[in-house]
């Protein structure tokens, strides 16, 4: 059993401090592009406009949330998403961007750690969700190909 825990803390240990093991890439072309990404995003969801939304969009679409995954096959598949979602939060007005923070990039992807808060048409904060958002270039154009959150 010791053997084994150690032979575990050899391989973290050689993960962490190894070279090759170092998998972070930055590429600010491709940040500055998944962050204009996400602002057109959040622009389309709280102008509730589907097909702006799914100009954001990568297809298929996967979305990781409330113990299950969804996935969007192709745009258009989904045309009451957001009266589904407003329908499911009430008292929704807006959402907004807390906190984004690129943790991998590279070329073709980023990865983005992010938070969003859901507001009230007052400006309370109805609540704050982590998700991570995974961006990729296709077919010459960024897009989300992936989310998920700890948002029902």
Do not use: C
């Not at 240990?13 to 602002?39: G, I, K, Q, W």
């Not at 096959?73 to 959402?95: L, M, N, Q, V, Y």
Request: glycine share 6%; charged share 25%.
């Amino acid at each position: 059993m010791r053997r084994q825990r150690m032979g575990i803390l050899a391989a973290i240990l050689f993960l962490t401090v190894h070279p090759a093991s170092l998998a972070l890439v930055s590429d600010t072309r491709a940040e500055a592009s998944a962050m204009r990404v996400l602002d057109d995003f959040m622009a389309a969801f709280n102008a509730r406009d589907v097909q702006a939304l799914e100009k954001t969009f990568h297809f298929p679409h996967y979305r990781i949330a409330s113990g299950s995954v969804s996935v969007l096959g192709e745009a258009g598949s989904r045309p009451d998403a957001i009266e589904r979602f407003i329908a499911a939060t009430p008292g929704w007005h807006h959402s907004a961007w807390e906190r984004r923070k690129v943790i991998h990039a590279g070329a073709g992807k980023v990865h983005i750690d992010t938070r969003f808060i859901r507001y009230r048409a007052d400006g309370s904060v109805i609540a704050r969700f982590d998700s991570l958002y995974i961006v990729t270039h296709q077919d010459g154009r960024w897009g989300v190909k992936a989310r998920s959150s700890f948002a029902p």
